[in-house]
């Protein structure tokens, strides 16, 4: 039986690495180019209309960059796939994005065809994965739905224990590194599935309450401990100083520092 080629979206906003990589031979990797944009808007667009397998892109772009892409994408499409490309001075931003779940990233001044074969083979693993949990789970709802009470049970409009599991996973390690990918593996669905469930079940995405927990956290934290705001960031699981800035300025209409300031 053929296997379907791994679709790929590349971004870069130079036009030489672009034409690099489009003239891989991507048939030989068992992959298909399907789309190219030069900056983390464009791609954005070019993802919610042809919602590639693997997505590479370069970490630092004009108006979006590529860890925005980055989030925004795996927001809307958590089973989409992504390799980033980096310069050293990227290394850090390129870490981050692999404990937030990309596959992997590659310096763009070395990223050659070995590079590439590996990224797909990476990607077409991760594909294979969600197949068979997905398979999985199709199998395991009709089990549920074949041996549920028919009514008036006192079961009913309590969360499912899978959705409770992942909050107390969340709750347990909110000071590290958390993704639905990760969270899902260790609940036992696919991240496509379990995001579905959890705003069913919750009314709030899972994104969503892993951020509002963080921003609690960080609240309880400025107002009651003397750590320093890094510090603080790094206690809820963010690491990044002008993330975490950025975050808790948006949910709490202040910046950390004036908030710790009273």
Same mark, same amino acid.
């Given at each position: ?188 669905? /696919?991240?496509? @599935?379990? $995001?579905? #469930? +959890? %705003?069913?079940? *919750? &009314?709030?995405?899972?994104? !969503? =309450? ?29 690491? /990044?100083?002008? @993330?975490? $800035?950025? #975050? +808790? %300025?948006?949910? *709490? &209409?202040?910046?950390?520092? !004036? =908030?710790?300031?009273?």
């Amino acid at each position: 039986m053929s296997v379907a080629p791994v679709r790929v979206l590349i971004i870069d906003d130079e036009l030489p690495l672009r034409q690099e990589l489009r003239s891989m031979p991507w048939s030989t990797f068992g992959a298909e180019l399907v789309g190219e944009a030069e900056n983390g808007e464009e791609a954005l667009e070019l993802c919610i209309a042809l919602v590639p397998d693997l997505v590479i892109s370069d970490i630092t772009m004009p108006i979006m960059d590529g860890m925005e892409l980055f989030r925004s994408v795996k927001k809307r499409f958590p089973h989409i796939q992504f390799v980033l490309l980096t310069c050293h001075s990227d290394f850090h931003y390129a870490q981050e994005a692999l404990k937030l779940g990309a596959l992997d990233y590659f310096t763009k001044l070395s990223f050659d065809e070995e590079d590439m074969k590996t990224a797909i083979e990476k990607a077409r693993t991760a594909i294979r994965r969600e197949v068979d949990l997905k398979q999985y789970e199709q199998e395991r709802i009709r089990k549920e739905v074949a041996n549920a009470p028919k009514s008036g049970t006192s079961d009913e409009r309590k969360i499912r224990k899978e959705v409770q599991l992942a909050q107390r996973i969340i709750e347990t390690k909110l000071g590290e590194p958390i993704t639905l990918t990760s969270v899902s593996d260790e609940v036992g669905l /696919s991240s496509y @599935y379990l $995001s579905r #469930l +959890f %705003r069913e079940e *919750t &009314g709030e995405s899972f994104n !969503d =309450y892993v951020t509002r927990l963080r921003m609690e956290k960080a609240v309880n934290l400025l107002q009651n401990t003397q750590l320093k705001v890094y510090e603080v960031a790094e206690q809820v699981g963010i690491p /990044s100083y002008r @993330y975490f $800035s950025q #975050l +808790f %300025r948006n949910w *709490t &209409g202040v910046a950390p520092t !004036d =908030y710790k300031k009273g």
